[in-house]
């Protein structure tokens, strides 16, 4: 009789870690960044039917790389527990560090559940307060683990340089075109130190505008609005509000790597 295949309990998680990494690291990169009235979510993303930024709740977003059915589905049930939270108590007991732990907790139990394979997803949870100082930006690894983040977050494709970029140049008071710029400017940094170029199709850009003087605060930017935006013409989100899309759910192409 052969001896069973041994493999130590610290060498599986790390090859699950791995797994997951490299899963997250083949999607297109998400950058979200705090400017003066509220929170930017920035995406490199082609696709009008699928999307990587999604609203949760009244001041809540979420923002997703990886496989778009596996975070599809943590979306969905963000929204489930917040609208029953929101119904069972209050509208302000929804909270993004709330969320975060629920999302935590089910990240948690199944990478380190022997029975299925990681969740290879990247999620950043954000909230916007009523000032700069009270917003709140979480980004969950694969393995349930939650960082609090300030200023701005990077996470897909190439986060490291991305986010070394951003921490270089990100800074508090940013107009939303200056955030804006600083955003598609990360995005469009490669491996080799050389410039791409994106275009406005070629991006899914929204916000958490503090200053909307609706109870929601999730706003995508399309179409003419945010072409003003990248070309510096347009500071104010306000505009064009016929533009705005309904709250969709999160990836960029197909029900694979995003």
Do not use: W
């Amino acid at each position: 009789m052969s001896t069973p295949f041994y493999v130590s309990p610290q060498q599986a998680m790390a090859d699950r870690a791995e797994y997951a990494r490299k899963g997250i690291a083949r999607g297109r990169s998400v950058v979200v960044l705090q400017y003066t009235d509220g929170v930017l979510f920035v995406a490199e993303n082609p696709s009008r039917a699928l999307h990587k930024v999604s609203e949760i709740y009244d001041r809540i977003a979420f923002a997703a790389v990886g496989k778009y059915n596996e975070f599809e589905n943590l979306r969905i049930g963000g929204v489930r527990y917040a609208d029953l939270r929101g119904y069972t108590y209050d509208r302000d007991d929804v909270t993004a560090r709330g969320l975060a732990n629920v999302y935590a907790q089910t990240l948690g139990t199944i990478f380190s559940s022997a029975a299925e394979k990681p969740y290879e997803v990247e999620l950043i949870v954000a909230e916007v307060g009523p000032g700069p100082e009270d917003d709140q930006i979480y980004r969950l690894p694969h393995d349930g683990s939650i960082v609090d983040e300030h200023g701005s977050v990077a996470v897909g494709g190439n986060a490291d340089q991305i986010s070394s970029y951003l921490d270089q140049r990100h800074r508090d008071g940013m107009t939303l075109a200056e955030a804006l710029k600083l955003a598609v400017e990360s995005l469009t940094r490669d491996n080799n130190g050389g410039e791409r170029t994106l275009t406005a199709e070629q991006l899914e850009v929204a916000v958490l505008d503090r200053t909307r003087p609706q109870q929601r605060k999730f706003k995508r930017l399309l179409g003419r609005q945010l072409s003003r935006l990248l070309e510096g013409h347009a500071t104010d989100v306000s505009v064009d509000e016929s533009e705005e899309a309904a709250p969709g759910p999160g990836a960029d192409e197909a029900p694979g790597a995003s």
